[in-house]
């Protein structure tokens, strides 16, 4: 299956974040108000707002990775990704876009683009597991406690922004695939397996191969 028409493109996002975008001039100025709700949201808002404009960028990196093999290029895109304050999913994947094009190449004359893929795969799915208990210790903190400040329970419990799916799995195979070494064939098809149990198991339809 192609990658690119899976979910969690940044073209999608871009939908997604529409009412965001046409906030933006309340989103540049100060709130009338000082409630703390209205800062939680003003906070949460800005942070989309940055990630969605490095999504934009690495997004166009990839095309620059599609049309040329450059290895200039992917180290950019892993420099953004880097350089975000609330790194997603959207963006996750698309420097794995970046890589899957630059296969079977170098990034910087040591790492492969295959390996690196990996790597950026499993540090996905640590990012994951911390986030996701973060966000049910938030939920139990607040279901135990009723006297949680206004702040507090406006701004809920922490938010999962990264989530591996099917395209970041997907997009990885196709960097090892591209690799053309029997190393790489096995680690795709152990990453296929894995795709199947998670999905088997969770029934979770953004696993579903």
Not at 48 to 66: G, V
Not at 83 to 112: C, E, F, I, W
């Amino acid at each position: 299956m192609d990658s690119d028409s899976l979910e969690g493109s940044p073209s999608e996002e871009s939908n997604r974040l529409a009412p965001l975008k046409s906030d933006a001039a309340s989103a540049g100025t100060p709130f009338n108000s000082n409630s703390d709700q209205q800062s939680s949201t003003f906070i949460i808002r800005n942070n989309d707002l940055e990630t969605y404009e490095i999504n934009l960028q690495s997004a166009a990196l990839a095309e620059q990775c599609a049309k040329r093999k450059n290895a200039t290029a992917a180290v950019e895109a892993v420099k953004l990704l880097r350089s975000m304050s609330h790194p997603d999913t959207v963006a996750y994947n698309t420097v794995l876009k970046v890589l899957a094009k630059l296969s079977p190449y170098k990034t910087d004359g040591r790492q492969s683009a295959a390996s690196l893929a990996l790597s950026i795969l499993s540090e996905m799915k640590d990012l994951y597991q911390q986030q996701l208990a973060a966000n049910q210790k938030g939920y139990t903190r607040m279901a135990d406690n009723g006297s949680l400040s206004e702040a507090a329970s406006a701004q809920g419990a922490p938010r999962i922004h990264v989530k591996p799916n099917v395209r970041s799995y997907s997009t990885v195979m196709d960097a090892l695939a591209r690799n053309g070494k029997v190393e790489s064939a096995e680690q795709a098809e152990a990453l296929l397996a894995e795709l199947h149990d998670a999905y088997y198991e969770t029934d979770d339809w953004a696993m579903q191969p």
